[in-house]
């Protein structure tokens, strides 16, 4: 490393100590054409303008969780000759917004037919009304905005899903609390362990014949 620094093209940063970016070494370093400098402060200025920089841009834990669960779920459907077509799709018919998080294909060893899953990804149901009001809005616009998502010849099979982690407290939230709002909805578990979907599933069904007969 060379003992001092004889220019730096960068524009001038006003040296305002109650600005967030504000370090004394950066400023000395970006404002002066000659500044002499030690491996200490130089590593200083990156230590701090890297803090900065990973405290803005870190994603939620939310964003996170999101990801991860959408990631492993293309994953696991993908073990199950589904295919992805995207993610992140957006789609605006007139007005009426929206995005999808993910779209899977699977084509019959026919030919012939090929089924869609247009999955609305929802880890934790924060917002139990706008993720129901999600799965409506794309079943009501998104193949009128998106008319291209099918083959041509073939027969087509659209299904509009919820896709949910697998444990308790969604299938609680779904096939128990909020059981009415969910009427009508495709409702997915999933979860990384494949031996915990099948216990919710078993668990799903159990609740659903219980709720059944005590409706009779």
């Known amino acids: 490393m060379n003992a001092r620094l004889e220019k730096i093209i960068i524009p001038r940063i006003p ?5 967030p970016v504000y370090h004394p070494d950066r400023h000395r370093l970006l404002n002066q054409s000659s500044y002499e400098y030690t491996p200490c402060k130089i590593q200083s200025f990156i230590n701090h303008t890297f803090l900065l920089w990973s405290h803005e841009k870190m994603p939620s834990t939310k964003d996170h969780q999101h990801a991860a669960f959408t ?26 917004r929206g995005v ?18 247009i999955c609305e990804m929802k880890p934790r149901l924060y917002d139990i009304g706008e993720a129901i009001r999600q799965v409506h ?9 998106r008319p291209h998502m099918k083959i041509q010849g073939w027969e087509n099979e659209y299904r509009f899903v919820l896709v949910l982690e697998a444990d308790k407290q969604n299938l ?7 059981r009415n709002l969910f009427a009508g909805i495709d409702v997915m578990y999933h979860h990384r362990d ?9 668990m799903r069904e159990i609740m659903n014949a219980i709720l059944t007969v005590q409706n009779r």
């Open 15 to 19: 040296p305002n100590r109650h600005n």
């Open 137 to 145: 809005r794309a079943e009501e616009y998104f193949l009128r905005a």
């Open 172 to 178: 609680y939230q779904v096939e128990s609390l909020h």
């Open 194 to 202: 494949s031996h915990q979907v099948d216990t919710i599933e078993r």
């Open 71 to 96: 990631q492993n779920f293309i994953e696991a459907m993908k073990l199950k000759h589904y295919s992805l077509v995207g993610c992140e799709i957006m789609y605006n018919h007139y007005g009426d």
């Open 100 to 117: 999808i998080d993910v779209v899977l294909r699977k084509d019959s060893a026919d030919q012939k037919r090929s089924t869609w899953l």
